[in-house]
């Protein structure tokens, strides 16, 4: 579910703020007197710099910093925040459950805990789990991006096979944000399934007008619109899915049913 590893970055960012200063292992001086740094103080910045170079795509140097912050303070929640997120990100999954679950322990009431525990639950298939972690993260009054987690989970309940779930949170999602793209595109896949091509491409349409489509979208496209037999738009989402996306599966998949 990369939308949704994506938006736990982005949250991450958000609690724990970027750093660029030096490794602070050592003590530091202040005249002819050693100042040692806290042990909170010390992970909580040593996160900010994992934080940082997680942003930057330096993954190997980013767990290095964050394991740092962990052993200096094992109850810093933010890094167990950020590196279960590291973990999920490079398959290792038992881990970043581990620390995921140990953040939420740590900071039961923090939103982005529990939707990042919820997320990884859900790739594992544990949706039931899941659900509970995503409501827990709606009851957070301070959680700046709600629609975020109820795209989540409407996108994870549709996973699970609970449609009608689905469908109330990625409403709800759009209630709050009308431009939710995880939402639209969800409700849009979501009604091409049931046979409903027509309401497939009201949505589909909603978020073409948002931006850019990747190939997921457009493949989705192409195929809604050769549901309802409009052959010139769906020419129109293949060319440009062969255009932009060449090499990517969807392009591939979408050359096989021409076959």
Known sequence: MTLIRTTLLTLVLVLTGCASSSPVEQPRRSGSTVDRVSPNRAAELNTRLGVGYLERGNVEIALEKLQLAVRLDPKHAPAHLAIGIVYDSIGRDSQALKHLKTAVELAPGDGAAHNSLAAVLCEAGRYDEADKQFKAALEDPFYSTPDVVLANAGACARRGGKDSTAERYLRDALS????????????????????????????????????????????????????????????????????????????????????
């Not at 896949?189 to 997921?216: I, V």
């Open 176 to 259: 709050i944000d009308p431009a939710n793209r995880s939402a639209l595109f969800n409700l849009s896949q979501m009604y091409y399934s049931q046979g409903n091509a027509l309401q497939a491409r009201a949505f589909l349409q909603r978020l073409e007008s948002t931006g850019q489509m990747g190939p997921a979208s457009l493949l989705l496209g192409y195929r809604i619109e050769r549901a309802l037999t409009s052959e010139e738009t769906a020419k129109r989402y293949a060319t440009l899915l062969e255009t932009r996306y060449p090499e990517s599966p969807q392009a591939s998949e979408m050359r096989q049913q021409n076959k």
